[in-house]
């Protein structure tokens, strides 16, 4: 295991809970990541569980505190790190950017000790969470306004499917820069959920999200039982962002769902003049078979840019039958 720097606080009955520093703020608080360790009573991987790289996506927290509440330490065999803010400043300002340098952190790894602030938010995050665990689950989910429901597929397909996704996603490349690419060049086992946002069916999706971890932490051994499968898995490989030019208000044409298939041509949001109410643009799914990834269905702001709706290809998409 990797030396560390870490404050560890030992709370007793297997739990501590350790406070790696990363920097002093201007106003002369220490800023830091609270790691909670569940550490079992027999010896086995240890499974690293992390939410809240970016600050408004909040439900990733809620599924680290459920786990963190019930996970009972004499039942593990290994240990299950939880890092349930990654992003501290980003948690407190409701942003997916870190809002003094408003730099995406999950673009950043493995970080600069001595760069931006969410460059040494990531060398911390890479130093003293990632390099002390086998097995990394990264959650996500679709932000403030977004709904997603998906899996990433990185380097263990077992993973990702046992977190029981209807869909997942294996990208020709992946996006540099992730706790993901950090953690697959150092041979950790990965993978990153997305889950929730737009606090819809919040404690659904929350309920999902423990029962996706607890199977996956049974995958890799920590848990005693029987691995659960889904069959019927989509595994997506072409997916489109879909992203406006124009800003306003957005107004979906429908309400959809994650997993739910649309012919070419459905027009899925229009983007309203919040001053003149004319339509600005019109969103409209790009492929002969669209798959639904994530959604708005109420009326929000939308900036040019901004995630709208991710649409994958349906044409080379294909399903597990077992």
Not at 21 to 37: E, M, N, P, Q
Not at 117 to 129: D, G, R, T
Not at 244 to 256: E, M, N, Y
Request: glycine content about 10%; aromatic content about 6%; charged content about 20%.
């Amino acid at each position: 295991m990797a030396s560390s720097s870490a404050t560890v606080v030992d709370l007793g009955a297997g739990r501590s809970r350790r406070f790696a520093r990363v920097a002093t703020l201007a106003s002369g608080f220490d800023l830091g990541l609270t790691i909670h360790v569940i550490q079992g009573s027999r010896p086995g991987p240890t499974v690293g569980v992390s939410a809240m790289i970016h600050g408004d996506e909040l439900d990733g927290l809620l599924i680290a505190r459920e786990l963190v509440r019930t996970l009972d330490p004499s039942t593990l065999e290994g240990s299950v790190w939880v890092l349930g803010v990654a992003n501290p400043l980003a948690m407190e300002g409701v942003s997916r950017n870190t809002p003094i340098d408003m730099l995406d952190m999950n673009r950043l790894f493995p970080g600069v000790a001595d760069g931006w602030l969410s460059e040494q938010q990531a060398h911390v995050i890479a130093q003293e969470f990632i390099d002390h665990v086998e097995v990394l689950i990264d959650i996500h989910c679709g932000g403030t306004f977004p709904w997603v429901d998906y899996c990433y597929v990185v380097n263990d397909e077992g993973l990702s499917r046992a977190f029981l996704p209807a869909l997942l996603y294996r990208p020709a490349s992946p996006y540099p820069g992730t706790t993901a690419t950090y953690a697959d060049e150092h041979g950790v086992r990965c993978t990153v959920v997305e889950i929730g946002g737009g606090y819809h069916d919040q404690p659904l999706h929350v309920a999902n999200g423990v029962r996706g971890v607890l199977n996956q932490l049974r995958y890799a051994g920590v848990l005693d039982g029987p691995v659960e499968r889904r069959p019927g898995q989509v595994l997506m490989r072409d997916l489109k962002v879909m992203r406006p030019r124009q800003g306003g208000i957005c107004v979906p044409r429908a309400t959809l769902a994650p997993g739910q298939v649309l012919p070419r041509g459905t027009e899925l949001a229009d983007i309203v003049s919040p001053y003149t109410f004319d339509t600005l643009e019109t969103l409209t799914a790009p492929y002969e078979e669209n798959i639904v990834v994530l959604c708005r269905n109420a009326v929000t702001r939308i900036h040019p840019g901004d995630y709208g709706f991710m649409i994958a290809n349906g044409a080379t998409a294909t399903r597990y039958e077992d």
